[in-house]
């Protein structure tokens, strides 16, 4: 493959064990080959490194989503940076497609950690001189590091694959937020693909139990489009779809960016009334669960687009103008 190479001089790309089909995905859209570099453990569990090539100079990406297993996955990309620092690397560019324990983002209640900004002040402490994160699950995070953040945006992939769906369909479309918060990226989304929103409003008795309290907006007869960041037990997706059939929508799609799903996640959304829903490979999913009512589609070409464009020192943010 040709190497590639920008105003900040070659490319180099790193990774652990979270997801590296992503990110030879990324590296098949870069042109590149996937640097050298073996992650193992010990017996008693610690992590072993093994780079096999220089990094000397070089404008290093470090591609690892902290998913789980998260805290070996973080533990990984700690190594890896503190590493390729010592390795006397150009600039260090840590790659995050799904950040972990983003939605510990605040002091709910006392004595309460803020646990991600502890992994920012750990990843700055490491050598990392940049960071590149897709969907926060609170925007506020990118504030939390001392050093330039590019937030990345899956809303454009996912849109442009529900835009088919829609152009084929004789029925009317609506955008649906599951919860009040997540109202801009419902927003964003419809403003793509020219559909009006609408929004349920809950409220959580406890993490990851969720209850329907009202649907804002008109949704009868229509055919609906669920969209979030994070589907982590799929219990808020899929008792949203539910609380919008029986308020008279037809068809309940959804999607979101992370595919956390954990626990009786698969179940649930194969069990749902959803007919399909669509996330990314920010985090790994095994080919057995995408079968059923659960797709996927690649973010490495926006990915790679970002690393090409930070290399040569170009807006990323022009990337996601419409």
Request: charge should be neutral; hydrophobic fraction near 40%; charged fraction near 25%.
């Amino acid at each position: 493959m040709n190497s590639c190479n920008g105003h900040l001089g070659k490319i180099q790309i790193f990774t652990g064990n979270s997801n590296r089909e992503l990110v030879q995905k990324i590296c098949e859209n870069l042109g590149i080959e996937m640097a050298k570099c073996e992650v193992k453990k010990f017996s008693d569990g610690e992590i072993q490194l093994d780079i096999g090539e220089t990094a000397r100079g070089k404008d290093v990406y470090i591609i690892q989503s902290t998913s789980s297993p998260v805290n070996d996955n973080l533990m990984e990309l700690l190594i890896l940076l503190d590493a390729l620092k010592r390795a006397s690397a150009g600039r260090i560019n840590v790659v995050i497609p799904y950040y972990g324990y983003a939605r510990q983002d605040r002091k709910t209640k006392a004595r309460e950690p803020i646990t991600s900004k502890l992994v920012a002040d750990l990843l700055e402490t490491a050598g990392a001189d940049r960071v590149v994160a897709m969907d926060l699950h609170a925007g506020q995070i990118q504030g939390y590091f001392n050093i330039p953040v590019d937030h990345l945006s899956a809303i454009p992939y996912l849109s442009n694959y529900f835009e088919k769906i829609v152009k084929d369909s004789s029925e009317d479309f609506v955008v649906v937020s599951p919860d009040l918060g997540g109202v801009t990226r419902a927003r964003t989304f419809a403003n793509r693909l020219n559909l009006p929103i609408a929004i349920i409003e809950k409220r959580r008795p406890k993490p990851n139990v969720s209850e329907v309290m009202n649907i804002i907006g008109d949704i009868e007869g229509k055919d609906c489009i669920l969209i979030d960041d994070i589907v982590d037990t799929a219990g808020t997706i899929c008792q949203a779809a539910k609380a919008l059939k029986d308020n008279g929508a037809k068809k309940v799609y959804g999607c979101a960016t992370h595919a956390v799903l954990s626990g009786p996640a698969y179940d649930r959304i194969e069990s749902s009334v959803m007919e399909e829903f669509v996330v990314t490979d920010t985090i790994k999913v095994g080919e057995d669960k995408l079968k059923g009512k659960l797709s996927q589609i690649s973010v490495a070409p926006i990915f790679a687009s970002a690393i090409r464009r930070i290399n040569a020192n170009t807006s990323v943010s022009q990337m996601f103008d419409k």
